[in-house]
């Protein structure tokens, strides 16, 4: 377990450490160190959080994750309401409040994760019936991932809808139950993309990137171009020219292709061996948890910030449809920098708490001496 979070608290410092350093790069362009300072700021805030949940104990958090749902449901509703919600590129993502501006979203993923966890834990024995394994879950999850959708968010639905799969299945709901639900899920979003002219274009354009390299696949296609000419080992820090305006929104979902051009394929394998790295951490702390929570929670935060990160380079590299999904770590937000160094927090608390204590045949063997000590 020490070796664990040794591993992780490494790869994240390298991360947001890379992150930092490629946002001033990427300022150079015009906005000079706005970037740089603005991210440094949310990651001493993210940094502070982190320290505080992870000296609590991750389980006085099991009672409080029931009240999160509501909280993230007013949250992602705030979004529509007009003194509070913000609406740019044609979507409402985003709440303003004292001038700082931070996306629900973030918070709701969080939030469902500790609510499945919570959930799980309290009804582990019946996790693999119908009702109380699938359709009572589902009465919490499908609320929140239809206000996600109607932002419209399709990138972090599909990614939290995954998560809750994958932790509902850890839990021990059958696959035979979930098969259904995916099946429809899947038709559901076929049916809204083939009707959504802009997500339409941009699979079409994925499927054909040579007809469209001037057009909705001109994003992705720079990127690439980026990639090919960083080589093994980039053009140097600072020097890259895609970012000069080639490469929209370089600074945010596509900073991972300002890497690959400044610092050549070598950084870019040691930031997917650090994502690598991570997730194994991750999962090594998760299922070390002495209980259910811990192990749910745990693999929760674990597959969130994988898959997120595995979508990103996807995008970025061509392998996947253009998707605004952050790089963990990585990519300008204040708000996603915030709650997976928190959710990091969360992952150091499973192992500060679960290091020091007995395991469960060792409690109940020191339990019964006691007893049999009293009686004596």
């Known amino acids: 377990m020490k070796i664990a979070s040794t591993l992780l608290v490494c790869c994240v410092s390298a991360l947001v450490s890379l992150g930092l350093v490629m946002l001033y790069s990427a300022g150079m362009n015009g906005k000079g160190a706005q970037f740089f300072l603005m991210q440094s700021a949310w990651c001493g805030f993210g940094i502070l959080a982190a320290s505080c949940v992870a000296v609590i104990d991750y389980r006085r958090w099991k009672k409080a994750a029931w009240l999160l749902w509501p909280v993230a449901i007013v949250l992602l509703a705030l979004v529509w309401v007009p003194p509070f919600g913000v609406r740019t590129h044609g979507a409402s993502r985003w709440i303003r409040f004292a001038g700082v501006g931070f996306q629900p979203s973030e918070v709701a993923k969080l939030a469902l994760i ?76 076929a049916y809204s993309l083939i009707h959504d002219p802009m997500r339409l274009g941009r699979i079409l354009s994925w499927l054909h990137p040579e007809e469209n390299k001037s057009g909705k696949f001109y994003q992705t296609w720079q990127a690439m171009t980026a990639f090919g000419s960083g080589g093994w080992q980039g053009v140097g820090l600072g020097n890259g020219r895609q970012k000069l305006g080639f490469v929209p929104e370089h600074h945010t979902d596509f900073i991972f292709s300002v890497i690959g051009e400044e610092l050549g394929l070598i950084a870019t394998l040691a930031v997917l061996a650090a994502f690598v790295l991570l997730v194994i ?60 160094l928190t959710s990091v927090g969360l992952l150091l608390s499973i192992t500060r708490h679960t290091e020091g204590a007995p395991e469960p045949e060792e409690a109940e063997f020191n339990s019964n001496k006691a007893v049999s000590t009293q009686f004596a």
């Open 114 to 189: 500790f609510w499945i966890a919570a959930y799980a834990d309290t009804n582990q024995r019946v996790m693999n019936t119908f009702l109380r394994g699938l359709v009572v879950p589902g009465l919490f999850i499908v609320p929140i991932l239809a206000l996600v959708f109607q932002e419209p968010d399709r990138g972090a639905t599909v990614l939290l809808a995954a998560v809750c799969g994958i932790m509902l299945l850890i839990a021990g709901v059958r696959w035979g139950y979930l098969l259904p639900p995916i099946a429809i899920a899947g038709a559901g979003l």
């Open 281 to 340: 951490c991750g999962l090594c702390i998760a299922f070390k948890a002495r209980e259910p929570f811990g192990l749910l929670l745990g693999s929760g935060i674990t597959f969130l910030i994988g898959l997120q990160a595995a979508i990103n380079i996807g995008v970025v590299t061509g392998a996947l449809p253009n998707k605004g999904l952050p790089l963990p770590f990585l990519s300008y937000g204040g708000s996603n920098l915030l709650m997976v």
